[in-house]
């Protein structure tokens, strides 16, 4: 498959257009049209979802409560993060039943291993205050990979974690994984945005069968992205914002997300984005925003 061909991939536009700006729509029904994607395993994700990276004490549970009183079901934590406990408290106090979500969280660094792997996720159930995690992530491909991957895979074979997956890993990191992974990841996050457009991997993670899922897709408000003049004149054609058509933009080729904020406007804009579609020419002109480089380089 070529880019060209990769900018127009749009697997779920069988979904009705359906605005979620209408005041009187509960959080149920805004729940029930965010598409699913379905992953290798069979576990359906939802397509947008909510982060809550440098979220922290009572902002981390209010914003977490808040998120999902509005309709999201996708919640995505680590243990990096320091805030566990946060949004856990933060699901309790949202009163949604637990099998309702889609909760994340990842395995640090200074985690890895077989033993330490499976002694941070005991905690991280703990400090979430869930018996299950719907997706287990290695944050980020460094030491032991080898054991720490057995030791996910015992969890998911325990039923302790419904999918496993990964952060940050290149597609050689990947493959070399694959090579003596039982069962392939089923998630890849990684830093996918207007200014890192990530076409090559998305086509790689594709011909894996392995999700692509955005970190930060809206480039943590970098390179004036709210501003930017092209982004504007596409959300000028459908009455949205910069953010919206960032987000928009992202779903539309197929790759999950889970943008961050403790605004609660900004949390109903960024759901807002399922009564549009970008065109062709749309899509053109955000593929002439690639820098094809991280905006991260200090996460490197």
Known sequence: ????????????????????????????????????????????????????????????????????SLGYRLIDTATTYGNEESVGT????????????????????????????????????????????????IHRPRGDIKGSWKAMEELYEEGKIKAIGVSNFEPAQLEELLSYAKIKPAVNQIEIHPFFQQFETQETLQEMNIQPEAWSPLAGGRNEIFSNPVIAAIGKKYNKS???????????????????????????????????????????QMATLDLNTTQFPEWE
């Open 1 to 68: 498959m070529k880019k060209k061909n990769v900018i127009f991939l749009c697997i779920f536009l069988m979904f009705p257009l359906i605005s979620f700006a209408q005041p009187e729509m509960s959080a149920i029904t805004r729940a029930k049209f965010i598409p699913l994607i379905t992953l290798n395993n069979g576990v359906k994700m939802p397509i947008l979802g909510f982060g809550t990276y440098s979220l922290n004490g009572s902002t981390a549970e209010n914003s977490v409560a808040e998120a999902i």
């Open 90 to 137: 933060g699901i309790q106090k949202s009163g949604i039943d637990r099998e309702e979500l889609f909760i994340t969280t990842k395995l640090w660094v200074s985690d890895m291993g077989y033993e330490s792997a499976k002694k941070a996720f005991e905690l991280s159930l703990k400090k979430l205050g869930v018996d299950y995690i719907d997706l287990y992530l």
């Open 242 to 284: 910069n953010a919206q058509i960032a987000l928009r933009w992202i779903i539309q080729r197929g790759i999950i997300t889970i943008p961050r904020t403790s605004n609660q406007a900004y949390m109903l804009e960024n759901l807002n984005i399922f009564d549009f579609e970008l065109d062709d020419a749309d899509m053109k």
